[in-house]
């Protein structure tokens, strides 16, 4: 489990078929090969590390699944993806409860200022659309953020400079491919109403 917030942005390194190589601040002294990583919200296993000055290196094997249902495929050499470690015991629940399953794939449609924030239009399939509430959680490149509004199959979201600056958000641009993890309490919510319906 994760709660969407980003400890660093990582790099994509290399890729060679379902193997990606990515090189992160970590410390890998505190990485187990077998250990869960989020990447751009999607949970993946470290197969193999490698220490190197600063950080480390790793490899990740990627289905043909995870590539066909987020922007995995898509990644390139040179890609910034924003990483989280999984949740340990104790461990402060600052965003909201985020599987690091992905449901589907959002895309950007519009970014504009608003103050020193930034605001995010996306568009969304819809048979996702009606999970997403407004002031509702959702993950989007494994980032916990609160819905602003919703309308027909599209959202917004605000990011704070903050956010813009310690995630990959602020290299974003308008025609991005985002992955989208819906609140898993909308999901049951929505499948409780299913049954009584």
């Known amino acids: 489990m994760f709660t969407g917030i980003i400890s660093d942005v990582g790099e994509v390194v290399s890729r060679s078929g379902g193997v990606f190589t990515i090189r992160s601040h970590y410390d890998p ?7 869960s990583i989020a990447h751009d919200g999607c ?22 699944e995870t590539l066909s249902k987020t922007t995995l495929g898509g990644w390139t050499a040179g890609q910034a993806i ?20 992905v449901d589907g794939v959002a895309r950007i449609v519009d970014i504009s200022n608003d103050g020193e924030s930034r605001r ?10 009606r999970f997403i509430a407004p002031k509702g959680s959702v993950a989007l490149d494994g980032t916990s953020l609160t819905v602003n509004e919703v309308d027909g199959n599209g959202f917004g979201v605000n990011l704070i400079p903050h956010t813009l600056t310690v995630t990959s958000w602020g290299r974003k641009t308008i025609g991005d491919q985002i992955n ?3 609140d898993l309490f909308a999901r049951y919510v929505a499948r409780l109403m299913e049954h009584r319906a």
């Open 29 to 35: 002294a505190t990485i187990a090969l077998g250990a």
């Open 180 to 182: 989208l993890e819906i």
């Open 120 to 129: 995010f239009s996306f568009a969304v399939p819809a048979d996702l659309a």
């Open 43 to 64: 949970c993946l296993t470290v197969t193999k590390l490698m220490p190197e000055p600063g950080g480390c290196t790793y490899t990740l094997d990627v289905s043909n």
């Open 82 to 101: 924003n990483l989280e470690r999984a949740l340990k015991a104790g461990d402060e629940l600052g965003g909201h409860i985020v599987s690091g399953h």
